[in-house]
């Protein structure tokens, strides 16, 4: 009987020693996607804007590899990555947009005050092509080949330093 006494102590003391462990282990930000290597799963888009066709996973199944990019107009950091964008597409990146949770004349707004990189735009109101995809936020960019499948993934909004990298991945997702 002397031992049950001393069980809740030690279930707490072992509680404790964990919770210590997991203090000490290095914080990872970032949520990488289980889904590179992997196709895209199905999803078709509407149009967010009547200038640019909606979004389908089709589109990235015909020989050309793409930048598909998540992001929304009401995203501060998807104002900073704009220039950076613009950068890629002048270098022949052809970057398609998801906008998230986003209302059309936000992003038509967003659009013409940043400037506008995308072949394309889909709406994203539910966040399920985000949450298929294995995004956890906005802004994240993914590299797509040309058989529609997912070789990279770039959390965060792109920095000047980031365009060469995104560049030769996109170049290696074409051969």
Known sequence: MGWRMWLPLMVFALFLGLAAYQLTQPKDEF???????????????PAVTEDLP???????ADGKPRLLNIWASWCLPC????????????QGADIVGVAIRDDPADVAEFLA???????????????????????????????IDGKGTI???HIGDIRADDVPVLLEKLREAGR
């Open 79 to 90: 104002i900073a990555e704009a220039p950076q964008l613009e950068a890629l597409k002048e």
């Open 151 to 153: 070789t990279y993934q």
């Open 54 to 60: 909606g979004v389908s996973s089709k589109d990235f």
């Open 31 to 45: 949520v990488e996607s289980r889904m590179i290597g992997q196709a895209l799963p199905y999803f078709d888009l």
């Open 113 to 143: 005050r940043h400037g506008n990189p995308y072949s394309r735009i889909g709406r994203d109101d539910l966040s399920e092509v985000q949450l298929g995809i294995g995004s956890s936020g906005v802004p994240e960019t993914f590299v």
